[in-house]
């Protein structure tokens, strides 16, 4: 005599609710990147009014100490060269974006735009320099 159950399991999953959750989350983090600040190293730009937008190859940073930062990393003065160098690459024409702190006198920034025209002396490349501003209100 087989003995029968009268409920049946189901063993079926429902994802409906895993595909709305994917989503959810995909808006929630592609609204958190976009506040996301660009810039690690907190700088007061110079404000301008002239705009121009070109692919950055690599970012120079002088902050309020006079200290400088190839991407998120601290360089001395005299190895400069070296590490602009070899993050430029073996690339034909490569930018450069400075970004210096406002209250950076002069010296500074003309010591990296003397880097770069080294690095263009030795490999015959022309590589560019960009001075990074903020918007003028």
């Given at each position: 005599?087989?003995?029968?159950t009268?409920?049946?399991?189901n063993?079926?999953?429902?994802t409906a609710?895993m595909?709305?959750?994917v989503?959810?989350l995909l808006?929630?983090?592609?609204l958190?990147?976009?506040?996301?600040?660009?810039?690690?190293?907190?700088?007061l730009?110079?404000?301008?009014?002239?705009?121009t937008?070109?692919?950055?190859?690599?970012?120079?940073?002088?902050?309020?100490?006079?200290q400088?930062?190839?991407?998120?990393?601290r360089?001395?003065?005299?190895?400069?060269?070296?590490?602009?160098?070899?993050?430029?690459?073996?690339?034909?024409?490569?930018?450069?974006?400075?970004?210096?702190d406002?209250?950076?006198?002069?010296?500074?920034?003309?010591n990296?735009?003397?880097?770069?025209n080294e690095?263009?002396q030795?490999?015959?490349?022309?590589?560019?320099?960009?001075?990074a501003t903020?918007?003028?209100q």
């Open positions: 005599m087989a003995i029968q009268r409920n049946k399991r063993v079926n999953f429902s609710s595909s709305d959750l989503f959810l808006i929630f983090f592609m958190t990147s976009t506040l996301v600040a660009p810039n690690a190293i907190k700088l730009l110079p404000s301008s009014k002239s705009k937008m070109a692919k950055q190859t690599v970012t120079v940073y002088i902050d309020q100490n006079n400088y930062f190839v991407g998120e990393s360089v001395n003065a005299d190895d400069l060269e070296r590490r602009l160098a070899a993050g430029i690459g073996g690339q034909q024409e490569a930018t450069v974006v400075l970004r210096s406002k209250t950076v006198a002069v010296q500074y920034v003309v990296v735009i003397d880097a770069v690095i263009n030795k490999s015959g490349q022309k590589h560019k320099v960009i001075l903020s918007a003028k």
